[in-house]
C-alpha cells in the first residue's frame, strides 16, 4: 500500500484531502517568536488582520527533518510506503529536509513538485490516483517527477505592498506599479518564481484578460482539471473569474481552493490565480 501526503502549501481542500486520501504535514507561520502550524493553528484572515494593525509582515519557515521523520514513521509503521509531495525547493527548504528524513526511514519518496500551492496539489491529487491503481512508491514518485514539468502556476497580484515587505519588490518598483495601476502576473518558470505580463487597471478587468490569456486558444492544456486558487478575494470576483475560464476553455473539474498561510503571507490579500496541467 502506498500513502499519499503533502505539504500544507498544496491549498487543497478539506473535501478534496478527504476524497482522494491525502494527508497534510504543515509548515509554519512565525508570530511573535511562535511557530504557528499553516491552517491549524493560523489562517490566512490571521495574517491579514495583523498586517493592516502592524504594517508588518509575518514570516514562514519550512518542515523541520524531525517532524517529516515523525510523520513518515507513523505513515509506514504498518508496512506501507509513502510519497510525500512538497512545495517547490526553490521556494522552501521542506523538501531538503524531507528527502533527510526519507534516508532515515525506508519506503518513503519525497517529490519536489517545483511548484506552489494548487499547482503541488494537483500532483498530490495525481500520485493519489495512482496509489488507487496500484502503483509502488518509486513509480509514482518517477511519474510525479514527470508531471512536475507540466504544471502551469500562476497568479495576478493586486496589492504589492506585502511583496515589497518581503523584500520581493523594491519600494520603488511598487510606487511605480501602484501609481500606473499595474497588477503583475507572477508565474512559475523552471521551478522558480518570475514577473510576467503586468496589466493595467482594475483588479478585475486585469483578471478578464489574465484569464484571456492563460487560456484562449491553447491546444496544449490538458482538460481534465484546473484550480482557481485565491487569497482574499470576493465571492462575486471569483465568480467572475469562474465564468471567464468557462468562456475560454473547458475543463472537466474547475475547482475553487482558498490560498494558504503561507501563499497569503507573501502576496496579500486580492491574489487569484488559474493552475492547470498541459498535455
Known sequence: MVKISADSTCDLSPALL???????????????????????????????????RTGKLLTTSAVSVGDYAEVFAGMTSDGSEVVHVNIGSEFSASHQNAMLAAKEIAGVYPVDSRSLSSGSGHIAIEAAKLARAGKSGAQIRREMVKLAERVEASFVIERLDYLRKGGRCSAVQALGANLLHLKPCIEVRDGKMAVGKKYRGSFEKALREYIADRLNGRTDIWPGRAFITHAGCEPEMVEMVRAAAEESFHFEQL????????????????????LFIRK
Request: proline share 5%.
Open 18 to 52: 478527504e476524497e482522494h486520501g491525502i494527508g497534510i504535514v504543515p509548515l509554519y507561520i512565525i508570530k511573535d517568536d511562535q511557530s504557528l502550524r499553516d491552517g491549524i493553528d493560523i489562517v490566512p484572515e490571521d495574517i491579514f488582520e495583523h498586517v493592516e
Open 255 to 274: 475547482i475553487v481552493t482558498r490560498a494558504g498561510c503561507t501563499i497569503s503571507n507573501h502576496c496579500g490579500p486580492h491574489t487569484l490565480g488559474i
